[in-house]
């Protein structure tokens, strides 16, 4: 595109703009709502957008301007000049202006404004003239002087306030209101000797250099350090580039009928359909950031509920107040949306600088979605795309007080969201002494293990000095639902002394803390929280959420309580059972580790017939709860030596009640010990070596299935599943001995037993022969904890060691054990899927994995059409959320 | 095919057969030699065979004979009574029939031979009548029914033995040669006796009857339980089905006019081109086979080699046996191959009874096939397909005398070929003190670790209780060609004791043993074993392979020790040095330490500074040996901790040697510990957190090639290999250190470095993003050994807990750690080559696991095209033998 032909200025004015709200790529958020809310009539003070297409330009032609700008900025200027019947430099009626960036996204790190910009020494009596007030001109003289200096000239902002404060200090003032013109004369003089010192020449007096100084700063702080990092963590393009917005100054400091503020159309904390906000009376916006007065309410209900002293807005200005609602609805209504707003009044007018979508919490998010829905002005599609599915956490789990104080200690990851308060124990049997006697506990471990799961679940909350976000503590606190903290690597902690050393501080077993498992953070002592409520809110919104869904949303779930979550919260089956927890259990682990010293396949039988009937009885509830609805059981996954004893004291207690020696024992567990457990002898390879042990599942599952069909009169949609299969001969020879086992029950029983065999996924080899797998398996669900640790080559133990850094340098986008890695785990998937089907059309598939939770997992699910997503309990909200907002997003983009 | 039409029997005759060596799976390979030899017109007994497709029918109709083979079998019958003018079930002149079985295989556990079938009361005096020898008609006779009654009627053989051995004592006979007509006759009556009162009917009198008698048992011998076990380890389809050959009989044992024997057309044990075999005067078959007369030697040469009494037949019978060496040749002549011959002499005349192709050792095989190649019987072509390549490893390492006497106390796994005797330690260091001392020493080990190689390198042999066929033992092992049996898990080794307990013996450290890594036996004492000898015929062969080859063959090899015997081998370059083995020497290992326990990248770098010359002098001789060749050289690959120290003692020495705490040590070690350490902080993952390793080393690598170059006047074919890539960015990252390092050094060193980067692709998510990878990497080595553990989901040094299992129950049928799983790694494979060679057409692609040294692989890689394979030095030659086989039989196939 020639650049003769560019346009790189847009004007606005009330009621007339060149820009509008689609244009938010090239005039960025903010010059593309000034021109929105001038073509609608509202009252935005004239001024023009400089295009981002000029920053671009700027950085590809050797920080050169195009051609074409300056007579562009002129003419732009010289309309302004009109709209406001000022003139730019005029030592009469000069034109004064604020000049901001806006970009795309909104960037910290970037300049921000400069206000009051056209002063000089000539014009600042121009505007002392029109402003009738010599102090206010001088005032804003040398607030231009001090911001300019600071944000254009590089002048640290210090040696503003240190003249300043040796000016009061001399003339003994202690207030600006203080000080008089004469006052604010001298400070200048000193503002601009130390901006010459400096800069080695003074500070500019030509209102267009001014301009030019501006603008220039705005476009050179795009790529200064603390932008350019913000972009690299937040994935914005630098091509993006930043506008540059120049507007005729309007004053709210220029009397008691001027004020500036902020306003929401609704309530940002609750949602409540009420204007909330706060205002400044004869005040400039930069005020308010300072902080030296506190602002007033904007309505009278506000102000009751804050029980202030200080007038709101609807009675101290309540014209204005009222032009202002009026101007709240109508923005609402045109951006159906609430709307985050900032205005002033000058002189009794009002004036809008600003409105943007407003950020909420995710109550006030789910209340207004639903609400405007209600109202009619979005459709139920649209507020169903409104609500950031992570953000319903933060409707399920109790939260941190926002207003309550805090010493944050130490920050860990944020692994399983929600906030804890507990006394801190380090052990899990202490752990469940305590909470039986009644005490809230925090569980500190360096890691967990299955051994820990009683404490874990006794616990308010977890926190581990080690393993990353899909560690053991991780994903079990998900699936229980427990705040947790973990890979806190500042920890140090000593079992034996029940210590943990952080932040140089000593924290000894017993004494309070409290963690927020939502940002990781460690904090002494108790922090108020605050408990969720889901109310007709939520369940309208989830009943429009389910409407648009199409995959399917199941959980991972192996007690009578996950179960019963897990349906409450809307999971249509149970997608992941885990058998192993059952056996952890201090009645079974003993007849667990006889079975593992059993020296022959019939002793090993003998100690597996203790433990059958309570397996059959942890289904029986299970099934009953899940009544109608499909639940796939996955046979024993874990290496033996997880159910082995860790401690000295242990292996003696095991040897003696098992009627053995500690030496045999130590032995045997010397035997079993692996170098790589996570690729070891696991899954349907233990199947495979002791038959016995899914014998005696399948049967405890059958029988289960026998006698809650029998109570209930339903049968049970049962779905056996074996884990880590990388052949088909595996899943051959273990679906068969399954089926004999199924016979024999029905004979025995004089029954008939429905049921489906399928695999877990988890191996790249699986994923490759998926075709042939599928001959044996009516069912597949992916794995994807397991396949992501062998697709990459992590352990996801291990990882903490060195993930971090692949984040800081970009080499992982988001980590592959929170959000599928589309490029790697992904197609694997893909050819799973491809094959399984080629084979058997009718094979369902799901993904148990933790990345059943996550919305941009669930979005690939739901691409590559799969027919379920499985996740922990407390996700189940989210995963329909996110799974409904893909369907819809496909359904928009005309798929 | 209609069966009224089908040809179920095939008759021969000296000088015509409907058969011939090309119907060996219709006639199995017995039937299809003797109508070949029949064709020749050499003297074989007429007879006919009956076809494997009889067999399958036979299985397929309810155990019925197809119809028309009954009057198929009396015409071939009739045949051969008119050919010997005899006839079945004369009692004056009367035919007798042997009945063998015979497959396309050899089939240990199938019905071998019934001998003299015909005779019965009538027929005996006939045969007396013929042979004017009463007792040999009648001894003739009890052995038919001792045959017919074990193999047939399924009477245990001890009955018959005991009848004999009680009418001898009754008698006060020894000796069966003292057993006179009468004698016979009694013997004859009490085995009939016998045999009616077990089968509950008397011994079948009727020859037809006793003919089908036998072939029924010849096809229900095809499903027995050890016919079906063999077959199925063996992965012999069952519809292959076995023949039954029936032939006039001839007698070996009829005076000392007659003979039986083997004979070989060249020395299967040396391959020198002599007869050899042995021969037994007036005996059958069976005798040989029964060991209780000695058999003569064949040749004058035998008998003087061998130093016996006895005649040979080349004296005793000389111009049967120049008619003997005549058949030898014709049959050498017409196989091109090498004969294994049965023959029998009747009354002065020769009869061929089989013929095959002999089995030989590998020397024998080498020499006959470059022999044949140079007298012109098979092309140069022919010769190099003519030898197993893994037979090579026979040429290469010392063997164990094969006459020598063992007692074997337990098996492991043949992990690395070669015999060894040593005293058993179970220290690396005492090992290398023993060795300085000049003393062979076996090391045993529960497993190896890195920091056992000056140990392995030091020992003669290698023993392990723990670890696979690619366990750190067994790859160490084969890469220095030391014999290693690995995984023998019934030996309890006792570090602290210093004893090695096994078969309930006591091994103490110091005792003598030896090892046999080609079969994995474990001996007590010492067992003498054979140097090889690799001579003038090796080098011819091996010129003769490298002319077919395509396939380029490397070693992995790292010290100048290994490079030297690659090259020797043959290697055309180091596909795989790998650094890290340089680390564990006793002078670098401390400021190893010393660089782990820095706490910044400043103290790392110092650290390093120390190793980086001894790592430049570590590669200067390799690149001299290598010169003119390739050398990839790996980064630092394994975890950090496994430089740590293990034992307490280390642990104290460490601290004190670098002025630290024990605490520190141990509380770094506990930091650095992983619970998978296969899928951890290891190769390029270290890399990118720690850059000054790699950094250090590039600059030794570089440093080196300068000085190389400047010795030599040639350059240093340098290859960067950055282990562990799973993604582009950490390729690109690492990349551009080095390209720092090398534009470093070319600018304080006045030189330009030419070298490429590459990866080693090693996890399936390489092979799945191999396009942009090949962006980066201008080669691929693909690591198979951990491409098998991530794409399998296995770590071998676990795998010995459930692959055993795995492999008796068919689920693997070769170990994925030996042979490339074409399945699942195979196919990643192949898509990385696809992908990488899209984006970058000229891109190197190798293999550089253990694998690399595997015939069936290297025919894979060959296929795929890859450019080269990378193998241990002592493999190298096994590698060029197998390409070059892979490349001809794909010519042969016209591809």
Redesign the interface.
């Given at each position: 595109m020639g650049q003769s032909k560019m346009k790189w200025v847009y004007a606005f004015s009330s009621g007339v703009a060149e820009g509008s709200a689609d244009m938010r790529d090239l005039l960025g958020g903010k010059g593309a709502n000034l021109g929105e809310m001038s073509s609608l009539g509202l009252p935005v003070p004239p001024g023009f957008t400089i295009t981002t297409e000029v920053c671009t330009s700027f950085y590809e032609n050797n920080e050169q301007y195009p051609g074409e700008l300056e007579s562009q900025v002129i003419t732009a200027l010289s309309e302004v000049e009109s709209a406001v019947s000022a003139k730019f430099g005029s030592s009469e009626n000069p034109l004064l202006l604020s000049v901001r960036s806006g970009g795309r996204a909104s960037m910290p790190g970037m300049m921000d404004t400069v206000l009051n910009l056209g002063l000089n020494d000539k014009t600042v009596e121009g505007l002392a003239e029109q402003s009738k007030d010599r102090r206010f001109a001088y005032d804003s003289y040398r607030r231009f002087i001090q911001m300019y200096g600071s944000v254009v000239l590089d002048v640290a902002h210090h040696h503003f306030e240190d003249i300043l404060e040796d000016y009061k200090e001399q003339k003994n003032l202690s207030l600006d209101t203080e000080m008089l013109a004469e006052d604010w004369q001298a400070i200048i003089s000193s503002y601009a000797a130390e901006i010459e010192r400096q800069c080695g020449k003074p500070f500019p007096q030509d209102p267009l250099a001014q301009l030019w100084g501006a603008i220039g700063a705005v476009f050179g702080s795009w790529m200064n350090q603390r932008a350019k990092t913000y972009r690299k963590l937040h994935n914005i393009p630098e091509s993006w580039g930043t506008a540059v917005n120049v507007q005729a100054m309007v004053f709210g400091n220029m009397g008691n009928d001027c004020a500036t503020g902020v306003a929401f159309t609704r309530d940002p904390s609750t949602g409540n359909n009420e204007i909330y906000g706060e205002y400044l009376v004869n005040a400039q916006g930069e005020d308010v950031v300072a902080g030296i007065r506190t602002p007033q309410p904007l309505t009278l209900k506000e102000k009751s509920r804050g029980g202030v002293e200080s007038l709101a807005m609807e009675e101290a200005m309540p014209e204005i107040y009222q032009e202002l609602q009026k101007v709240c609805a109508r923005l609402e209504a045109h951006y159906r949306d609430m709307q985050d707003i900032e205005f002033t009044v000058q002189k009794g007018f009002l004036w809008m600088l600003q409105t943007r979508n407003a950020k909420r919490t995710a109550h006030a998010a789910l209340k207004v979605s639903v609400a405007m829905a209600k109202e009619g002005l979005i459709e139920p599609r649209e507020a169903v795309m409104r609500i950031e599915p992570s953000s319903l956490e933060q409707l399920l789990h109790p939260t941190l007080d926002p207003e309550a104080s805090r010493v944050v200690l130490a920050r860990g990851l944020a692994a399983s969201p929600g906030a804890a308060t507990g006394r801190l124990v380090f052990e899990a049997d202490e752990a469940e002494r305590l909470s039986h006697a009644g005490e809230k506990v925090l569980l500190a471990r360096i890691e967990t293990s299955p051994e820990d799961i009683h404490g874990m679940h006794a616990a308010v909350g977890i926190l581990t000095a080690r393993g990353g976000m899909t560690s053991h503590a991780a994903v079990v606190a998900r699936g229980m639902g427990r705040p947790c903290v973990s890979g806190a690597s500042e920890l140090q902690i000593d079992y034996s002394a029940k210590t943990l050393v952080v932040a140089e501080k000593t924290i000894k077993s017993g004494e309070i803390m409290t963690i927020d498992g939502s940002t990781g953070e460690i904090m002494e002592g108790r922090v108020a929280t605050v408990q969720p409520e889901l109310g007709g809110d939520f369940d309208t919104f989830m009943a429009w959420v389910d409407e648009y869904r199409t995959l399917k949303v199941r959980a991972n779930a192996e007690t009578p309580e996950d179960a019963a979550i897990a349906r409450k919260f809307g999971a249509e089956g149970i997608g992941l059972c885990r058998t192993e927890h059952m056996f952890f259990d201090a009645s079974r682990i003993s007849a667990m580790r006889e079975m593992i010293m059993a020296k022959n396949s019939h002793d090993r039988s003998g100690a597996l017939a203790k433990v059958q009937p309570m397996q059959r009885n942890d289904f029986l509830e299970l099934f009953e709860i899940m009544e109608g609805l499909p639940v796939t059981i996955r046979l024993l996954d874990p290496p033996l030596h997880e159910f082995l004893p860790k401690t000295d004291s242990e292996f003696a207690e095991f040897a003696r009640s098992t009627d053995t020696t500690e030496v045999a024992v130590r032995n045997r567990a010397a035997q079993?010990h692996?170098?790589?457990?996570?690729?070891?002898?696991r899954g349907c390879?233990?199947g495979?070596?002791h038959p016995e042990i899914y014998e005696m599942q399948a049967r405890a599952i059958f029988e289960a299935a026998v006698e809650v069909r029998q109570k209930l009169g339903n049968p049970v949609h049962l779905e056996i599943m074996i884990p880590?299969v990388?052949?088909k001969?595996?899943l051959e020879?273990i679906r068969s001995r399954i089926d004999l086992v199924a016979k024999e029950i029905e004979g025995s029983l004089q029954t008939e037993l429905s049921y489906l065999v399928g695999t877990m996924v988890?191996?790249?080899?699986a994923c490759?022969?998926a075709g042939s797998l599928a001959k044996e398996a009516e069912f597949f669900s992916f794995g994807t904890n397991?396949l992501t640790?062998?697709?990459?080559?992590?352990?996801r133990?291990?990882s903490g060691?060195?993930l971090p850094?692949?984040h800081e340098?970009?080499?992982?986008e988001q980590d592959p054990f929170v959000s599928i890695?589309e490029?790697?785990?992904g197609?694997?998937i893909q050819i799973a899927t491809d094959r399984g089907r080629a084979t058997r059309p009718d094979i369902k598939l799901g993904i148990c994995g933790e990345h059943g939770g996550d919305p941009s997992s669930i979005s690939f699910c739901h691409k590559i059409g799969l027919d379920y997503v499985s996740c922990s309990a407390y996700r189940v909200p989210i995963a329909r959320l996110a799974a409904a907002q893909t369907s819809i997003g496909q359904i928009t983009r005309g798929d």
């Open positions: 079993l692996e170098l790589n457990p996570m690729l070891g002898h390879r233990l495979i070596t880590l990388a052949t001969s595996e020879i988890e191996l790249p080899r490759l022969c397991d640790q062998t697709t990459f080559g992590i352990s133990d291990d060691h060195f850094t692949y340098s970009n080499i992982v890695d490029g790697g785990v197609e694997l």
